[in-house]
């Protein structure tokens, strides 16, 4: 893991003499210095060679995205996008939150819109994916049936909706006290020891309300982080919130994600991130990608390879 330089510097033994101490911090400095520059230049480099893609979209069924799968593929083969990932707000089998998903009935239409894209545009790798709230009493569910039987290609955890003293709160407006952040984390954390989700949606989601950067904020962040490290799940940078009205923050207005010292932070640890543009209309499947893998680049964070998630088989559903 590679910390900031005054990290390093803190567990640098320096010689007892002054004036080869003060040459030998000259140095260390001179060298943390180059070691981050080449870093983030090799970074820019790998982030610039991997292939255009999005993998978090939404369509008309969610109730707040317009138009279905085909048009944002051929959105994205317009763009000269080579990876596409269908995503929409899962399907849940008790019709939860049913104003922002889509209904249960629903899930073999979407399937079929996946498939039917990926036929239309053959230009472009389709996936199919769902953007999941993780529910414990639906683990088979997202296992067997959607990756299992349904042969998804991919499932994304968010915490749009965090469980708190035995009910489910807004993450997005209720995430105001140290309580409420720890119960997003510990929900995070949870989601992502269960091995199911390809990468987090927006972990940072928590700046939409969250005005200042606080410790009680800080000490959440490093627990997202250090499960994301140890259970090898990488982050989105998000860029929705790029599109978003922006919030007025302690030290003026900004995006409510992605939140920059969140992602300062991420660059002490050894994460992986994804860039998507978390797309709700087809003009904007390309929204947010190239900002945020210059940030991702600028902090020397590594994007994830997803190589390995297969596109959806044509007629696998037909």
Not at 175 to 183: D, E, G, I, P, V
Not at 232 to 243: C, F, S, V
């Amino acid at each position: 893991m590679y910390g900031k330089v005054e990290q390093d510097r803190s567990s640098y033994q320096s010689p007892s003499h002054g004036q080869a101490s003060e040459e030998s911090s000259c140095r260390f400095e001179v060298d943390c210095y180059l070691h981050w520059f080449f870093r983030k230049l090799l970074y820019t480099a790998l982030n610039l060679a991997l292939k255009l893609a999005n993998y978090h979209s939404h369509t008309f069924r969610c109730q707040h995205a317009a138009e279905d799968v085909l048009s944002y593929v051929q959105a994205a083969r317009d763009a000269g996008m080579e990876i596409f990932g269908a995503s929409d707000h899962a399907a849940l089998p008790d019709n939860r939150w049913p104003e922002v998903r889509m209904r249960f009935d629903e899930l073999d239409a979407y399937i079929e819109a996946v498939q039917n894209a990926a036929q239309a545009v053959p230009q472009v790798q389709v996936l199919l994916g769902m953007e999941c709230e993780y529910i414990p009493e639906f683990h088979h569910y997202y296992a067997d049936d959607l990756l299992g039987t349904r042969q998804f290609s991919y499932l994304i955890g968010a915490g749009h909706y965090t469980p708190y003293h035995g009910e489910w709160i807004n993450s997005f407006v209720e995430l105001r006290t140290a309580t409420h952040l720890r119960a997003y984390a510990q929900h995070l954390e949870e989601m992502m020891r269960t091995g199911l989700f390809a990468f987090i949606a927006h972990p940072d989601l928590f700046g939409a309300v969250q005005m200042s950067w606080t410790e009680e904020v800080a000490a959440c962040s490093r627990d997202i982080l250090a499960a994301a490290v140890d259970t090898g799940t990488p982050l989105e940078i998000n860029g929705y919130g790029l599109r978003k009205v922006p919030v007025s923050g302690a030290e003026g207005p900004r995006p409510p994600y992605p939140w920059r010292p969140f992602w300062d932070l991420a660059a002490e640890y050894p994460v992986q991130v994804v860039c998507n543009s978390d797309c709700h209309h087809p003009r904007d499947v390309v929204a947010g990608i190239r900002e945020n893998q210059e940030l991702a680049a600028s902090l020397g964070l590594a994007l994830a390879d997803l190589s390995h998630l297969q596109p959806i088989a044509v007629n696998a559903h037909g």
